[in-house]
């Protein structure tokens, strides 16, 4: 029986990578064996039961890494119980109300039948790759907006619900 989580995620600056780590410590702390890797490496998924998948976003859309692994994989994860994130606004909107996926997102939701969705507070900084990244840092409007209490709550929730679902109850 599979038993294994993978926290897959595609990130360009390195912010998205932390909040799926956290994901995966929280979901050991919880029992449970999970591991959190970037998704371009990611080769398979057949060996996991349950997949995480999280993608920064970039100007409305999820992280192409992040895409390209759904697609890739697409036939697995429609088997697997599959949870979603997103990493991105710079303010502080993403603890104050639920904000919903992007529309690619809402589509590849539906398709593979995702248990849930949630969309955390975004990172960007000095040293921040990409033009326009280093415009926003540069212009005031960057900062650190993950809330990992918000992260690890809904990681919490996974883990419970991984557990029942896998103890049958």
Request: hydrophobic residues 40%.
């Amino acid at each position: 029986m599979l038993t294994k989580v993978l926290v897959a995620y595609g990130t360009t600056n390195g912010s998205t990578t932390r909040i799926a780590e956290t994901i995966a410590e929280v979901l050991r702390n919880e029992g449970i064996s999970a591991e959190a890797a970037p998704s371009r490496s990611v080769t398979e998924v057949e060996s996991y039961a349950a997949v995480v998948v999280g993608g920064a976003l970039y100007a409305g859309r999820w992280h192409k890494d992040a895409r390209r692994f759904i697609r890739r994989h697409c036939r697995t994860l429609a088997g697997r119980p599959l949870w979603l994130f997103s990493s991105g606004p710079l303010d502080a909107s993403a603890s104050e109300r639920t904000i919903p996926p992007v529309p690619g997102l809402k589509r590849a939701m539906a398709r593979l039948d995702a248990r849930d969705h949630v969309t955390f507070g975004g990172c960007l900084q000095e040293g921040a790759k990409g033009f326009v990244a280093r415009q926003i840092v540069s212009s005031g409007k960057g900062g650190d907006f993950r809330d990992f209490d918000q992260v690890k709550a809904w990681a919490t929730r996974i883990g419970t619900e991984f557990t029942a679902e896998s103890q049958g109850i």
